[in-house]
């Protein structure tokens, strides 16, 4: 009877795990995805705090405008907080969502301003602060 033979050149290989080079791959790969990413998360992340500050300042801004005109005051007086904030659904915001403080000015034109330290931490992101 004829026994089948081994073919020298084939070898037992265990076929349930992966090697060292598969797993890197797929690590290089993972790795260059999150390069890839990661700017676009942190701009998208600094556009939605700028659209929140500008979308908040215009709010208290038309809230002093509608306090101002519906209680007779001159342009040129320093505004009561309290008072505009009647005409808010939200409560009123002394500091943006980067902490930093708004600049109240008397009524009239520029009567809220956002920070400098936050226009040049969200600079680059396409924000356009307008009047603010």
């Known amino acids: 009877m004829i026994t089948p033979h081994m073919n020298s050149h084939t070898f037992n290989r265990n076929n349930q795990g992966f090697t060292l080079v598969e797993i890197m791959i797929v690590v290089a790969?993972?790795?260059?995805?999150?390069?890839?990413?990661?700017?676009?998360?942190?701009?998208?992340?600094?556009?939605?705090?700028g659209r929140r500050t500008m979308n908040d300042c215009r709010q208290q801004d038309a809230a002093i405008d509608q306090w101002s005109v519906n209680s007779g005051i001159a342009?040129?007086?320093?505004?009561?907080t309290v008072a505009a904030g009647t005409y808010l659904k939200t409560a009123?915001?002394?500091?943006?969502?980067?902490?930093?403080?708004?600049?109240?000015?008397?009524t009239g034109t520029g009567q809220i301003q956002i920070s400098t330290a936050?226009?040049?931490s969200l600079a680059g992101v396409g924000i356009d602060w307008g009047i603010y």
Request: glycine share 8%; proline share 4%.
């Open 75 to 80: 342009d040129g007086t320093t505004v009561d």
């Open 29 to 49: 790969i993972v790795g260059l995805l999150a390069a890839l990413a990661v700017p676009g998360f942190v701009k998208a992340r600094k556009q939605s705090q």
């Open 92 to 106: 009123w915001k002394t500091v943006d969502v980067l902490g930093n403080s708004y600049q109240l000015n008397p």
């Open 118 to 120: 936050t226009k040049s």
